[in-house]
């Protein structure tokens, strides 16, 4: 036995020698990441930070392009020119926020609320990982990370009112929490953000691609920041600086802005880009990922089986975002026919095209007798192999007429009427409409109509009656009511940030 | 390194054979009626001289009189005194104790003697496993066993099963692990169920410890069949052949009671138009199964071998043979004994696998999702005339598809969307997944002294899988068709090897009986994926779908990536005994894991358990009815990284997907970064607390055994994403952010019995389960599936895990027809915050039952199977799609007026408060007969003449009846995503069977 014992500990000995042995090896249990950068070799160069500005373009581009839950939906939708579509059971989140009762577990507001987040919180990444770099060029990055940051808190403030105000990247779980700030801090953020971008930033001429933000545009960002909170003296002299810089101006035919041709045009400012080459098929398109192609004008085509569209040039699409009778009827009662006929057509002038409409007994949800054609389904925007798939058409964000309107607003309020009649009358004679000459109320009653008929289903109009206190008479047939003033702060985010609590929602959600 | 761990263990092992292969002694064997007994202790009576036996029952005893008494003893067997009177050499025969017939359960790295175990084990035999229709051995452990639930993804051929011991101990993946023959694996349904010996399953903590990081989910080990050294070669065949057909009792609305319910619901007054199509009539259909398996088995002394081949061909009943599933199977394990303390041998499988697939588990576009959506008022295909609709889309040049007499098949008449006609979407799926797997081990035994054995064992795991599909030309409407021809390859190849190196060392002190466990292991997982994409196709068809042939190179698309893990354990593990009396065990694994993070690098894995058998001690009456009563008790904590992805406390940047258009017709890549990382993430763990009671009466008639165990999951994996605040706007990757609680109790009983030439037996399992979230890191449900836009199921505090969101009725109101809605919030408003738990999947028992007879040549088994207290959320109907069909029940049971007492709304096609709500939640309880079966072994006389050793017939009838109170397709609701438990989405249900059966072995 005493033999025996001896073997046992050489055994265990030996066994344990051999653990140890393997144990010091601990190279053997590394395993590299697969296809990432770490961050201690990146953003060295110009071209790597470049390729994270990209990266925050694709978010944009994403966010207002995510199908079912964009932001383009939600800022169009929740306007009085254009109606859910499809039927009625369809889309029950997108037809919510066109009847105004929206409620906040709405994935497509949720979905928007994170897509302006995640836009910020890369920009917050490049901002603060460029701050302590010694890369000698970082200032340009820093300018364009801030002003598309500071884009993207505009768009929250005026959809959300205060929200958190998150401008540096939380590092462990306690962090997380963040309260709602108030609108003022968030909108002295944005003016800070974009007064350091307006420095850094490039003008129109000397932008590297064409999607690129130009000074110009941080500056009409800016002015326009300045009107949403009434500060009229210094939204005109922003958008002075754009006007009078000549680096931009209206596209000479209406119609002419959302071709294919006119992307990146003389009278974009912000657009974002998306294109009809990667040949989608249904097999492979990303539903769920980031399409390359404009989704949207598939979802907002006229409806197949419905609308018989062909003979104007139009295919089929699913039926989404379907024109008001009321902006069909603004534009007949104000005579505007250059503007009208690259926005809707009417059921009477389809039919007389050679088109037709064939409702099903049961008619057709939220049809009001005419269909869109601003961001149709426009058979020369797409290409195959499926057509459905491929449409490449930009959205344009913030265009000149838009500066030239805005511009015409803060003169009038800022008591510059004349002034004012320039600017608004460059965007009539455009359209090929008479000159305004009324002053006063009167010609802030034109601004009104003219925004209204310039911009349709751009997304403008809900946030301009609401800042402009005529939602409650404007917006009352469609279901609103004063709390829809603000969407209600996605149900998800109360739930899961600490320090906003469900008393913090705001008011009547 | 690998190469010095080995070379240690063996110069060791030779070290110590060297100096005990000079001893005087003398020699013996000791066995029993069917072989050598490893591990009998020999013990000189009055000395403390004493051995156990080796692998092979022999011992070797020094300096032993020749007038010595040798007391052999092991648990399970009557102890004998054997006087030596001189001999050198004695063979010893011990014969079972008629009082605890006991049987041999495997273990982790090891065998132990059932009466002597002291942790929770259940085992499955093979006849149990092999005897039905079953094609993978997932499907054949279901009811067999108490405290495991085993859920059918599906029912189509081929698909997988969810296994859950003892309830669902994780966020993401919590399946067990596999051990096949020591080899570990993530997926059995590869195996023969032919060559099957046993299979255990590792319930409790202290049974799994010893697998460490992976052992959390529980184990199942499954132990292959391998040739005898005694006896006859024998050549076996068994068949199993029949008819598989559909059983399901689900009712939808028929064409008049559509039309009243889409007109009383205000959508259309709609006339008929004579057209009443059943469509689940029309898309189920008799299919064909089969399952043969021929084996050749034997061995001499020195070398046994097992060599065996297997072949299933199992048409759907929803696709035919378009969801066929085909397995060939082979295997060859071999052992053999290469001198006195060495033995070699292997156990190596190889199988390849072709499934047909179709879509499921889909709410938009499943087949049988279709074929449930789908108006009945559209006709198959148009027999006598085409619509005008269908002749303007063919002239217009859309494909409209055409069975296989050239007719058109039928257009959607009423309903819209993706929704198409089911028969004629099985004709376009083209899409195959063909699999080839390899599992096997290689391994040898050193026994360097009595007592000690060392293995060295590498197994290897590699499976090949293709899919590959091609899509067909067809136009139903705008949101579903397809024009153009593509053709898809999805390729991954898993390879993985496991080395291990562990050393057993067995012996006893008089009534001190104890064995060491110590090990190494090493381990390496590599998984390349590559995905082509191609189009057009020069011409539709099988022949033309491959990538060379497709014709425009600007579609073309690849992908590809590749994962890693390692890891490398030590483990031990202590075994005690004192006369089978008292029973104590400990084990300890430390895993070093790819997985873990930097801060976190390796990890412990503690058991401890221990067994009291009262029946062993003196005051027990001898006399008693109870032949065997143990007390048990373990407790251990175990882990699991397979929710891990490793490297995740860094900071990383990827351009994956980001790009962006420059203006010219070229993209600009992009940079994101990537999660926010992590340094604190660490591995699940899972604690857990077993009692248990062992019990056998009336001479081992009667077995019984009662487990209580409380599991507790820590340190739950979760999604970080599904936790943070939106408003942080990057990925958080995943966080330790939960504790899930699994608790139930365990029965299993068994009586066998024999009056005369009747045989009987009985076995019965039950078990309670109670599955709920105690806590979350942020108090802040995850949500979990998203169904028609809005959560379906989360996961949240307090609350079983996924359970079911939706809006809680109270009746019907009976004024205006509509659901009454509870205000859960008590906001005075129906609002979303009203959303609440309307169900969970879990049952909170299951159970199964056997029972077996033969007379003289006749048997007959009858197995069952259920559970009781889950439900199932009805979420294949479309409030999107108002012509859509809907379940029978909403129609009978719908309010018509005041007074109608009715338990369904009135005809409603798209309220949430109807299809969102608990309403559409339904019982899913079910009691399943899983087999009845008759059998006729030929008698030993006819046998001999016809040169046999046995020839029986059988035939079976399989999951043929089910009763449930559960109106869809089958209360077995599975889905492949763990999130999507019990969400009824259209499922495959599972097929009865007809099966013929014939087993012969000469």
């Known amino acids: ?509 | 390194m690998k190469i010095q761990v080995l070379k240690s263990v063996f110069i060791l092992g030779i070290l110590l054979l060297g100096t005990f292969a000079h001893a005087q002694s003398i020699s013996g064997t000791v066995s029993d009626a069917s072989g050598p007994l490893p591990g009998a202790s020999v013990l000189v009576i009055g000395t403390n001289n004493g051995v156990v036996t080796d692998f092979d029952g022999k011992f070797i005893l020094e300096e032993v009189n020749t007038d010595a008494v040798l007391q052999v003893s092991y648990v399970g067997f009557a102890t004998q005194e054997v006087a030596v009177n001189g001999r050198s050499s004695i063979a010893i025969v011990l014969i079972e104790d008629a009082n605890s017939l006991d049987e041999v359960v495997v273990v982790g790295y090891g065998t132990k003697k059932k009466s002597l175990v002291t942790g929770a084990i259940s085992s499955i035999k093979s006849e149990d496993i092999q005897n039905n229709a079953s094609t993978r051995v997932e499907q054949a452990m279901q009811g067999k066993v108490a405290g495991i639930s085993v859920l059918s993804n599906s029912g189509s051929p081929g698909a997988g099963a969810k296994i859950r011991i003892r309830g669902t101990g994780s966020n993401g993946n919590a399946d067990p692990i596999y051990i096949v023959d020591g080899m570990k694996t993530y997926s059995i349904d590869n195996i023969a169920s032919g060559d099957i010996a046993s299979v255990e399953v590792l319930k409790d903590a202290a049974s799994s410890a010893i697998y460490g990081t992976e052992g959390a989910n529980g184990v199942v080990i499954i132990t292959t069949k391998s040739g005898n050294n005694y006896g006859k070669p024998v050549i076996s065949y068994n068949s199993l052949f029949g008819v598989q057909s559909e059983r399901s009792s689900m009712k939808l609305m028929n064409e008049s009671q559509y039309r009243t319910y889409l007109e009383e619901a205000g959508v259309q007054t709609i006339a008929s138009n004579g057209v009443n199509t059943n469509w689940l009539n029309e898309v189920f259909e008799d299919a064909w199964m089969e399952k043969h398996h021929l084996s050749f088995a034997g061995g001499t002394e020195k070398s046994t071998y097992l060599l065996s081949g297997s072949y299933t061909n199992q048409d759907g009943i929803v696709g035919g043979s378009r969801a066929n599933f085909k397995r060939y199977t082979v295997r060859l394990n071999s052992k053999h004994k290469i001198n006195k303390w060495l033995e070699v041998g292997n156990n190596l499988s190889y199988s390849n696998t072709e499934r047909g697939l179709i879509g499921e588990d889909d709410e938009y576009r499943g087949i049988l999702n279709n074929a449930l959506l789908m108006d009945p008022m559209t006709p198959v295909t148009y027999t006598d005339g085409v619509p005008s609709k269908v002749s303007d889309l063919v002239n217009d040049g859309k494909t409209i598809l055409k069975d296989k007499h050239g007719n058109y098949y039928g257009l959607p008449a009423y309903v819209t969307g993706e929704i198409a006609n089911p028969l004629s979407m099985l004709t376009v799926q083209k899409n195959k997944l063909k699999t080839d797997k390899i599992l096997g081990s290689f391994f040898a035994n050193v026994s360097p002294v009595k007592g000690l054995l060392i293995t060295t064992r590498l197994g290897i795991d590699v499976n090949y899988s293709l899919r590959h599909s091609w899509n067909p030309i067809y136009y139903v409407s705008s949101e579903r068709q397809n024009s153009l021809t593509t053709v898809e390859d999805d390729i991954t190849k898993n390879s993985s090897w496991l080395w291990e190196n562990f050393a057993t060392y067995k012996n006893s002190y008089e009534k001190h009986n104890y064995t060491f466990l110590l090990g190494l292991s090493a381990e390496k997982y590599q998984s390349p994926n590559f995905s082509l994409f191609s189009g057009p196709m020069a011409k539709e068809g099988d022949n033309y779908a491959y990538h060379d042939f497709t014709q425009d190179d600007a579609l073309d698309r690849v992908g590809g990536t590749f994962v890693e893990r390692k890891k490398r354990s030590s483990f031990g593990r202590f075994s005690y005994d004192f006369d089978g009396r008292y029973l104590l065990e400990g084990t300890l694994r430390y895993d070093v894991s790819s997985a873990f993070s930097e801060k976190n690098k390796g990890a412990y894995f503690p058991s401890l358990s221990a067994g009291w058998v009262v029946s062993k001690e003196n005051f027990w009456n001898e006399e008693s009815a109870v032949d065997y009563f143990k007390f048990r008790a373990s407790w251990g904590q175990v882990g699991s990284d397979q929710n891990l992805l490793g490297n995740e406390a860094l900071q990383f940047f990827t351009s994956e997907g980001i790009k962006v258009p420059d203006g010219q017709g070229g993209f600009l890549p992009g940079y994101e970064a990537a999660n926010i990382p992590n340094e604190d993430l660490t591995w699940e763990t899972s604690e857990q607390l077993d009692l248990g009671i062992d019990l056998r009466a009336f001479d081992g008639k009667l077995r019984f055994s009662t487990d209580y165990y409380d599991k507790k999951t820590k340190d739950l994996i979760v999604s970080g994403n599904s936790l943070i605040p939106l408003s942080v706007g990057r990925g958080y990757g995943n966080i330790n952010g939960g504790t899930v609680s699994n608790k139930g109790w365990e029965f299993e009983l068994g009586y066998n019995d024999k009056v005369g030439e009747f045989n009987y037996g009985i076995n019965l399992n039950l078990s309670t389960l109670k599955n709920e979230v105690t806590s979350l890191a942020v108090d802040a449900p995850i949500d979990g599936v998203d169904v028609r836009g809005f959560t379906t199921t989360r996961f949240e505090q307090g609350q079983p895990i996924w359970y079911f969101r939706g809006y809680k009725t109270d009746g019907i109101d009976d004024a205006t027809g509509k659901p009454i809605i509870v205000d859960v919030d008590g906001s005075g408003d129906i609002t979303p915050n009203d959303i609440t738990n309307i169900g969970s999947p879990h049952p909170d028992l299951f159970y199964g039952g056997q029972f077996n007879m033969s007379y003289k040549s006749f048997d007959f088994n009858l197995n069952f199977q259920g559970t009781q207290g889950s439900e199932i959320y009805m979420l294949w109907t479309r409030t999107d799609r108002a012509y859509s069909n809907k379940p029978a029940f909403l129609y009978d049971g719908r309010w018509t007026g005041p007074g109608s007492n009715a338990s369904f709304p009135m005809a409603d096609v798209e309220s949430d408060d109807l299809y969102r709500s608990d309403l559409m939640v339904g019982d899913g309880s079910y009691m399943r007969i899983k087999q009845i079966q008759f059998g006729y072994s030929l008698p030993e006389n006819i046998l001999a003449k016809m040169r046999l050793d046995k020839l029986r017939f059988s035939i079976s009838i399989e999951d043929y009846f089910t009763f449930t109170k559960y109106e869809g397709l089958d209360p077995e609701a599975g889905s492949t995503n763990n999130m999507s438990q019990g969400i009824d989405r259209g499922v495959y249900p599972i097929p009865g069977k007809i099966i013929f059966g014939l087993s012969l072995s000469l």
């Open chain 1, 1 to 509: 036995m005493e033999t025996m014992k001896k073997y046992i500990k050489i055994l265990i000995v030996g066994v344990l020698f051999a653990g140890t042995y393997t144990s010091c090896s601990d190279d053997f249990t590394d395993v590299e990441p697969i296809g990432l950068i770490n961050e201690a070799d990146f953003l060295t160069t110009d071209a790597e930070a470049e390729s994270v500005i990209f990266g925050i373009y694709d978010l944009m581009a994403w966010n207002y392009n995510r199908p079912w839950n964009s932001a383009f939906f939600l800022k169009v939708l929740a306007g009085d020119c254009a109606n859910a579509g499809s039927t009625s059971g369809d889309q029950p989140p997108l037809q919510q926020i066109d009847d105004f009762n929206q409620v906040s577990d709405n994935p497509a507001i949720t979905g928007v609320w994170e897509g302006y987040y995640k836009t910020i919180g890369l920009a917050n990444v490049l901002i603060e990982k460029l701050e302590v770099s010694d890369l000698g060029t970082k200032d340009k990055f820093i300018a364009e990370a801030k002003f598309l940051r500071a884009y993207s808190y505009f768009e929250l403030v005026t959809l959300f009112g205060g929200v958190p105000l998150r401008v540096e990247t939380p590092q462990t779980v306690e962090e997380f929490g963040l309260p709602r700030s108030t609108k003022r801090e968030v909108y002295v953020q944005i003016e800070a953000d974009l007064s350091v971008a307006i420095a850094g930033l490039p003008s129109k001429g000397s932008i590297a691609q064409s999607f690129r933000i130009s000074k110009e545009a941080a500056q009409a960002v800016l002015g326009k920041v300045y009107l949403f909170q009434e500060k009229y003296d210094l939204a005109s002299k922003e958008f002075e600086k754009v006007i009078t810089s000549n680096s931009y101006d209206l596209e000479p035919n209406f119609k002419d802005v959302w071709n294919s041709e006119g992307e990146h045009g003389i009278e974009s400012l912000i657009e974002l880009s998306y294109v009809s080459t990667e040949k989608y098929d249904w097999g492979n398109f990303p539903w769920g990922g980031r399409p390359e192609s404009n989704i949207h004008a598939q979802l907002m085509g006229p409806r197949g089986g419905v609308f018989e569209v062909e003979a104007i040039g139009i295919a089929n699409g699913w039926g989404f975002n379907i024109p008001t009778a009321k902006i069909g009827m603004a534009f007949e009662d104000a005579g505007d026919t250059v503007r009208k006929e690259a926005t809707v057509i009417s059921e009477a002038d389809l039919v007389s095209a050679g088109g037709a409409v064939n409702p099903p007994d049961v008619g057709i949800h939220d049809y009001e007798g005419y269909v869109r054609l601003k961001y149709v389904t426009k058979s020369e925007d797409t290409d195959g192999p499926i057509n459905e798939l491929n449409y490449g058409i930009n959205w344009r964000l913030l265009r000149y007429a838009d500066v030239l309107l805005m511009a015409a607003e803060s003169y009038h309020k800022n008591n510059e009427d004349a002034k004012a009649l320039i600017e608004l009358n460059k965007v009539r004679s455009r359209a090929g409409l008479a000159d305004v000459t009324a002053l006063g109320s009167d010609l802030f009653d034109a601004i009104v109509l003219e925004r209204q008929l310039e911009l349709a289903f751009e997304g403008q109009r809900f946030f301009d009656l609401v800042r402009w206190g005529l939602a409650d008479g404007e917006l009352s047939g469609e279901g609103y009511q004063s709390k829809n003033q603000l969407f209600p702060i996605p149900q998800n985010e109360i739930s899961r940030n600490t320090l906003i609590e469900p008393e913090d929602q705001n008011p009547g959600y």
